[in-house]
């Protein structure tokens, strides 16, 4: 079974540029999403898609990000403008189902570093 | 959410079991105890969960105090390959909870 997939594995942008990062689930996975993990911290979830639907976006800063999962299948994650403090790896997960029993498997992230 | 509590860091030889503990004092009666690890540059990877039985798979085992307070993970016999930070989470029973990481366990394994 082919595991979460993520591209790219890094970028480098200096700040106020964009930036999007793509992320394809597991298959038949209708639950995806998206983590920023600053180094030395656990990942923190940005977003939680159920199909093309957006299930929880509260610690998405909207002003700056922004994400879709048009088809129900895979997804992109945007920054525009970038700021220094956007500097992490940007990881996405995905699950068969949401609730607590369920396991969620992630891929092997994006770092980012903004200049 | 409910919070835990775990050491910084700990240390083992390897091929010898390892004991990872967590406190989380303030569980409620439907969170999942669940334990993720994350090896050096990948994503966390899930390794077990349970609510208050002990339970067991091919990567380790979940202890859980009668209480649940607390729990402990046990890697029978570990390998270099373990050497990963640890997260111990709570997790919510219902639909649409969250997976919320602290800081976790770092473990080294010596040779």
């Known amino acids: 079974e082919a595991g979460v997939a993520q591209s790219p594995r890094y970028k480098i942008i200096e700040k106020r540029q964009s930036v999007a990062f793509w992320c394809n689930p597991i298959?038949?996975?209708?639950?995806l999403y998206w983590y920023q993990q600053i180094l030395g911290q656990g990942p923190k979830l940005l977003i939680q898609?159920?199909?093309?639907?957006?299930?929880?976006d509260s610690q998405l800063p909207k002003d700056r990000f922004s994400a879709e999962r048009l088809k129900g299948v895979d997804s992109t994650l945007k920054i525009q403008p970038a700021k220094l403090e956007d500097s992490a790896v940007y990881l996405c997960?995905?699950?068969?189902?949401?609730?607590?029993?369920?396991?969620?498997?992630f891929g092997p992230g994006t770092r980012l570093t903004v200049t | 959410d409910a919070k835990t509590t775990q050491p910084n860091s700990m240390e083992s030889n390897e091929e010898e079991p390892v004991h990872l503990p967590c406190n989380h004092s303030?569980?409620?009666?439907?969170?999942?105890i669940h334990w993720y690890r994350q090896l050096p540059s990948q994503g966390p990877e899930y390794v077990i969960h349970?609510?208050?039985s002990n339970v067991n798979n091919r990567m380790a085992s979940l202890a859980i105090a009668e209480d649940r307070k607390s729990s402990t993970l046990i890697l029978h016999r570990a390998t270099l390959r373990d050497a990963a930070v640890y997260y111990c989470?709570?997790?919510?029973?219902?639909?649409?909870?969250?997976?919320?990481f602290g800081k976790g366990i770092t473990l080294s394994v010596r040779p």
């Open positions: 898609f159920q199909n093309n639907g957006v299930v929880d």
């Open positions: 997960a995905s699950s068969s189902g949401t609730a607590g029993t369920y396991e969620q498997y």
């Open positions: 303030t569980i409620s009666g439907t969170d999942y």
């Open positions: 298959s038949g996975h209708a639950t």
């Open positions: 989470i709570l997790r919510a029973y219902g639909a649409n909870s969250k997976l919320t």
């Open positions: 349970g609510l208050t």
